[in-house]
């Protein structure tokens, strides 16, 4: 006798295996996401903790899908963005595709097998006052394969306020960024379409 399971069982197993594993990964994720703040925190020499709380009390997972492309000189996966957020993990699968924008050329993030890539986010910028920088990144197509990657991103609560910690403004420095809430950082970044520079503007003080 052949067991032919019904559809919408079937469906309901898989979406519960999904829901478990996109649950297990985003709390390891998320562990991960808060012992690399922590250790950025006592380089920076802020007080442990400081990353915790509002700072970091959002999160999101995504997953992307780069199918192949016949041509991929005609389109790019993702255009060039520094990501609006504090620090994402991101898990690039087996497949080639991310470039960091470096010395003013694209250099290729070779993915390592079971390897994650950190990303500072424009958020880290701000608050260390420029002292660390977020990378600048975009993904490539490819004609071979698929490519599927998962970011996690760790983000501020949208009405956290966000500005350069004063213990990271040096005595002959003045404050790069205004104070703002992180939604309106989003709400910006989300117009000026990720572009690096034009989503920084708003909040940039000209000393
Ligand atoms: C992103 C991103 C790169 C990739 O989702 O912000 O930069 O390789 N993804 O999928
Ligand atoms: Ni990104």
Redesign the pocket.
């Known amino acids: 006798m052949v067991f032919i399971p019904h559809f919408s069982y079937l469906h309901s197993i898989s979406y519960n295996l999904c829901r478990e594993i996109v649950a297990t990964y985003s709390i390891e994720a998320k562990k991960l996401g808060l012992r690399i703040l922590e250790l950025l925190s006592e380089g920076l020499g802020l007080g442990s903790g400081f990353f915790g709380d509002k700072l970091s009390e959002s999160s999101l997972l995504?997953v992307?899908h780069?199918p192949p492309c016949p041509d991929p000189s005609l389109t790019l996966?993702?255009s060039r963005?520094c990501?609006p957020n504090l620090l994402?993990i991101?898990h690039?699968g087996d497949a080639y595709?991310?470039q960091v924008f470096k010395d003013g050329e694209w250099i290729g993030v070779e993915p390592l097998h079971n390897a994650f890539?950190v990303?500072i986010g424009h958020q880290l910028q701000i608050i260390s006052n420029n002292k660390l920088k977020s990378a600048e990144?975009?993904?490539v197509t490819n004609s071979r394969v698929a490519?599927t990657?998962a970011?996690f991103?760790i983000n501020p609560s949208d009405d956290c306020v966000i500005e350069p910690d004063k213990s990271l403004i040096d005595t002959n420095e003045s404050p790069a960024y205004r104070p703002f809430q992180f939604k309106e950082f989003l709400l910006n970044y989300s117009s000026s379409m990720g572009n690096p520079e034009k989503c920084l503007e708003p909040f940039e003080l000209h000393a």
């Open positions: 995504s992307n780069y996966g993702v963005h990501d994402t991101l690039q595709g991310l890539v990303n990144h975009r993904a490519r990657t970011a991103f």
